[in-house]
C-alpha cells in the first residue's frame, strides 16, 4: 500500500517551529516514498479555536513549499478533513463501543479529561490516569445507564481499558516501547457536548483516512497506548509510528513558543528570510543526512530524507545557525529577487523610499550589502546610510575627522564637487586621482577622510559605488557637516 502520512495541526494559535519541523518530515517522508501527504485540521476543541488560523496554516506551508494532496481546504477522496466536520463520525463509531461494552456512559460531574492532547510548550504530560471516573459508572447495569442517557441526564461516554498483556509500541525511532495496561486508566472518549478527545478522534482518523505512518512529536508518546487501544477494540491494523525528537533551546530546554529567539513561521515571512533557508535547517532538526553538506535544495531533501536517519537525542534550535545557513540563502539569490523581498518587506513596514531609489538603485545597494543579510528587513540597517538625508559619526570616524590632514582631504574633495557637477562611480573616481595629486596624499589616507565624512564610519563596502548611490547635494551636505564638526571647540587643539 502506498504511503500516507498527515499533518494534523490545532487552529488554537499561530503555527510554531515545533509544529512546521512535523509538517516537513511528514512531506519529505511522503516525497521520498511517493506518497501522500495530508492536510487534516483537528478544530473540534471549538472554545480555543482561533479565528483566521486555519488560513495562516495554508499561507505558512505554501510560504514553505510544502504542498498537500489531499486536506482540508482542497479535499480528497477521505474527507472532510476538517474534523468539526466528522462529528458524525466518531459519534456513530462511540456507539459502537458503547453498545459491545467496550465504553460507558459515565454521569461523573467532575471535570473531564482533556485527553490529552500536548501543547508544544507543555512542561507536564497530564499522567496515563489523568481525569479517571470518580464514581463506580463503569459498574452500572447497562439498562440503568441507558434510562438515564435517555432521560437525558449528561454524560461523557467512557472507553473501558480491558486486562491484557502490554502494549508495545514498535516505533521507527525509538524502537520497542512497552505500556502495562494496569497504568491505564479508563479514559473519555466522547465528551458531554458530544465533541470526541483527541485520542479517540485522532485514532478514527487515521484509519479511516487509511493513514500508514503516524509521524509526530515524541510528547504525544504516552497517548500512543491509548490510540492502539482503540484500534484494538476496532480490530484494525493500526499504522507504523514515529516519534520525533523534541525541539530544545540553546539552554537544551524544551522549546516554549515563548522563546524570544524563535519566532513563529509568519514572523519569518514577515522579516523576508528565504523560506527554503528555513526548511533547510529545519530538515536537520533531529535528521542526519550523512556527509558533511549542510546546504541542500528541496529536490535533494526529498531524495535524501528517511525515517532510518531520525536520531532520538533532542534536537537544538541554534539561533546562530539558522542565521548562518539564512545569510547563505540570502546572499545567493539574484539581484532581482532580493529587491522582490526588500520590496515587500517595504510595504510590510508602510515604508517610503526617498525619491531618488528605483529597482536599479536597490539592485545597486542590495549588490554592496547582500553578503551581510541574513533577511531582506536587515536591508533596511545595512542600507541606512544610503537612505536616511543625515549621517551618525561613529568614534572613529569622529576621531579622524578631527585631524588637520583628513580635514584637508574633505575641503579639497567637496570643491571639486562643488566645481564638477558630475555625479556617478566614474566621476567620484577621477576626482579622487585629481585630488590626490593636488595634496600629494593617497590610499588610506585619501580615501578614509571621505568615507568618514560621507558614510560616518571609516570601514564599509567599496567607496566609489557606495557614493554613487547617495544624492550629490546629500554626499555634500555631509562632507560640509563633517568639516564644522572637525572645526567644533572640543575638536581644537587635537
Partial sequence: MSVRVRFAPSPTGQLHIGGVRTALFNYLYARHTGGQFILRLEDTDVDRNVAGVEQAFVEALRWLGLTWDEGFDIGGPYGPYRCSERTSIYREHAQKLLESGMAYACFCLQEEAKADRPEEDADEDPGPGAGACAGACSSLHPAEALQRVRAGEPHAIRFRVPSGPPIVVQDIVRGEIVFAREDLRDFVILKRDGMPTYNFQVAVDDHLMAITHVIRGEEHLSNTPRQLLIYEAFGWQPPQFAHLPVVLDESRKKLSKRDPNVLPVSAYREQGYVPQALVNFLALLGWSPGGEDEIFSPEELCARFDLDRVGRAGAVFDVAKFRWMANQYFKSLDPKAAVRLIREQAAHLNYSFPPHVDDDWLER????????????????????????????????????????????????????????????????????????????????????????????????????????????????????????????????GR
Fill in 365 to 492: 545597494a542590495v549588490a554592496l550589502v547582500q553578503d551581510g543579510l541574513a533577511c531582506a528587513r536587515e536591508f533596511f540597517t545595512a542600507a541606512r546610510v544610503w537612505l536616511e538625508p543625515g549621517v551618525t559619526y561613529d568614534e572613529e570616524a569622529r576621531a579622524l575627522l578631527a585631524t588637520e590632514g583628513a580635514a584637508r582631504v574633505v575641503r579639497a574633495y567637496l570643491l571639486a564637487c562643488e566645481e564638477d557637477p558630475s555625479w556617478d562611480e566614474a566621476a567620484n573616481r577621477a576626482r579622487f586621482q585629481a585630488v590626490g595629486r593636488a595634496l600629494g596624499v593617497k590610499g588610506r589616507d585619501l580615501y578614509m577622510p571621505v568615507r568618514a565624512a560621507v558614510t560616518g564610519q571609516t570601514h564599509g563596502p567599496d567607496l566609489q559605488k557606495s557614493m554613487a548611490l547617495l544624492p550629490r547635494e546629500t554626499a555634500m551636505e555631509r562632507m560640509r557637516r563633517a568639516l564644522a564638526l572637525a572645526n567644533a571647540p572640543e575638536h581644537q
